[in-house]
């Protein structure tokens, strides 16, 4: 098998092929990347704060608290990682808010997502995002879990408000997460979505198709000059246990121009952090 079909398809992580995905030049979590037409600096490590998260909450707040989750978003900027990825869904604005108090805003990219469908339910979402964030402007959009192919249709309201707010400063960059194969293909042919978080690892666990599928329709968004956030790099957990083997994948797929993983602790953070640079070169 030659090795783009190893880049294209699925992975055996049985024995996985570390020298088919090995780099050239080492990358590291803090590496800035201009993500999308927008060219918004973004870190190629995001700080997921969303593990299992659902009804206000996530692994991360519930584990950490409030003054603990903003440690570990602080202990980031520290380290040089500065993209926050936040949801409605999560409830993680207030602690992100909670680590801006020590933290420049200017300095962080903040992603948040969300489940409007009309043009008033975006207002609301969009002015009630910032005052619980506690910001002016947020950097990246998404309209949250796309399923159906028809969401362009469905969701027109609240993309028109998010256009209007982008042309007034209010979003930098807007887009799409997926979690069907059909909503992926709608997002690589809609010209609204800058950036779309897809999900991707090497062993196709939680993905909306085989790895080979997925890619391909990352590379059309690619190609049309759309940013790609990789999400789900470790399966949803499922995949913990392969983390060298995932992080090598991920980083060697030119398609994906960053990633979100949700450490749960500074240890946890402080690992990946280590393990990133290292997956990236080996051989």
């Keep these: 098998m030659q090795r783009r079909d190893f880049l294209r398809g699925a992975v ?104 409007a469908n009309t043009y008033d339910e975006m207002k609301a979402d969009l002015d009630r995002f910032r005052k619980e964030l506690g910001v002016d402007y947020i950097d990246v959009m998404l309209l949250h879990c796309m399923m159906d192919p028809d969401w362009p249709a469905r969701k027109k309201g609240a993309m028109d408000f998010i256009s209007e707010a982008q042309e007034k400063g209010l979003i930098k960059t807007k887009g799409t997460s997926c979690h069907t194969l059909g909503a992926l293909k709608a997002s690589a042919k809609t010209p609204w979505v800058e950036v779309d978080l897809a999900r991707i690892n090497p062993a196709g666990a939680i993905m909306d198709a085989d790895p080979q599928t997925v890619l391909a329709v990352l590379k059309e968004m690619k190609a049309a000059g759309k940013g790609i956030i990789g999400m789900k790099i470790f399966g949803a957990g499922k995949l913990r246990h392969r983390v060298d083997e995932c992080l090598q994948y991920a980083l060697a797929q030119d398609v994906v121009d960053c990633f979100t993983i949700g450490s749960e602790s500074i240890a946890e953070f402080t690992d990946l952090t280590k393990r990133i640079p290292a997956a990236s070169v080996r051989g």
């Design 12 to 115: 055996s992580l049985s024995a996985f092929p570390y020298h088919l995905f090995a780099g050239p030049t080492k990358k590291s979590a803090s590496d800035v990347v201009e993500l999308g037409p927008k060219k918004v600096k973004v870190t190629r490590l995001a700080m997921g704060t969303g593990t299992n998260g659902m009804g206000g909450s996530s692994n991360q707040t519930r584990k950490l608290g409030m003054s603990g989750l903003a440690d570990l978003l602080r202990t980031a900027y520290d380290n040089g990682v500065c993209f926050y990825d936040s949801a409605d869904q999560y409830g993680t604005h207030p602690y992100i808010k909670e680590a801006l108090k020590k933290v420049p805003r200017e300095k962080i990219a903040i992603l948040t997502k969300t489940h």
